[in-house]
């Protein structure tokens, strides 16, 4: 009879889930031979295929080596570097980084030598290396973690003046002989002379070619402003921070910042 599908089909067994006759679908198309039938798994989408194996997560992943950018390739090239994927960057220190993308600038010494020196801003190399005043490991001296925010100020711009940390050992031994003067440093931590302080940061920094000046153009040597020390409202006494030029905080030994009360330019020169 014509449209009668079940009668052209005499030969070919219903399936009894399947009205239509159909046989089932496996990775490779329809099963047609008693093997493949036998071979069937009821686990394999009729659609996809046969499930996916669960990855092996005991896998070690590889790292994979990925081009750098053609400015980061010209750096690395004139700093001496010659491989262009991303293992070129171990073989920078975090500090070579910091190097690199420091702002520097140079000033002549009395015979016309050039001295390296680097600039008061959010790119000075030594940052992260500059201690809060209450350091645990400058607990030995409580004064410092009470009263000594302009101390430490003023030893954070001879520390990234030159690009060099100071050790907390260093701290304690420009504190130990700053002391001993009054003129220096009086009671609780009253910075008399920031210019004799810096000088004893800067000599335990092995730095003997260069001086600071706070608040004064020294006279008779050329001298380059750097940045502003200041001090802010907080409790009866105020709190010193370092900003740089524009007003910018760049290092601050404690938490408290806001408006100054009082400002003094910090300038550098050779010796």
């Known amino acids: 009879m014509k449209g009668d599908w079940y009668r052209s089909r005499p030969n070919k067994p219903i399936n009894s889930t399947d009205p239509t006759g159909l046989v089932a679908y496996g990775p490779?198309?329809?099963?047609?031979?008693?093997?493949?039938?036998?071979n069937y798994n009821p686990e394999w989408n009729t659609t996809y295929g046969p499930k996916e194996k669960p990855k092996d997560d005991t896998t070690t992943p590889t790292n994979p080596q990925i081009p750098l950018p053609k400015f980061l390739i010209n750096?690395?090239?004139?700093?001496?570097?010659?491989?262009?994927?991303?293992?070129?960057?171990?073989?920078?220190?975090?500090?070579?980084?910091?190097?690199?993308?420091?702002?520097?600038?140079?000033?002549?010494?009395?015979?016309?030598?050039?001295?390296?020196?680097?600039?008061?801003?959010?790119?000075?190399p030594v940052l992260k290396d500059l201690m809060k005043q209450t350091d645990e490991r400058l607990s030995s001296i409580p004064d410092i973690g009470k009263w000594?925010?302009?101390f430490m100020s003023v030893l954070g711009y001879a520390q990234m003046t030159v690009g060099q940390p100071l050790s907390a050992e260093q701290i304690i031994s420009i504190w130990n002989q700053a002391v001993k003067n009054p003129k220096i440093l009086s009671n609780k931590a009253d910075v008399r002379n920031p210019d004799l302080l810096a000088k004893i940061a800067l000599a335990e920094l092995g730095r003997s070619d260069i001086g600071l000046a706070f608040g004064y153009q020294p006279p008779g040597v050329s001298s380059t402003a750097i940045g502003v020390s200041t001090k802010v409202p907080y409790s009866t006494t105020g709190h010193y921070i370092a900003r740089d030029l524009f007003g910018n905080t760049i290092y601050n030994s404690g938490n408290t910042d806001g408006i100054s009360t009082k400002e003094a330019t910090v300038y550098v020169h050779a010796k």
Do not use: Q
């Open 28 to 38: 490779n198309g329809p099963y047609n031979t008693d093997e493949e039938k036998g």
């Open 75 to 124: 750096l690395f090239t004139s700093s001496g570097i010659t491989k262009d994927t991303d293992s070129a960057f171990y073989l920078f220190s975090a500090e070579r980084i910091r190097e690199i993308l420091a702002t520097k600038y140079f000033i002549n010494d009395k015979s016309g030598n050039l001295i390296k020196l680097y600039a008061i801003d959010k790119y000075n």
């Open 148 to 150: 000594g925010c302009y």
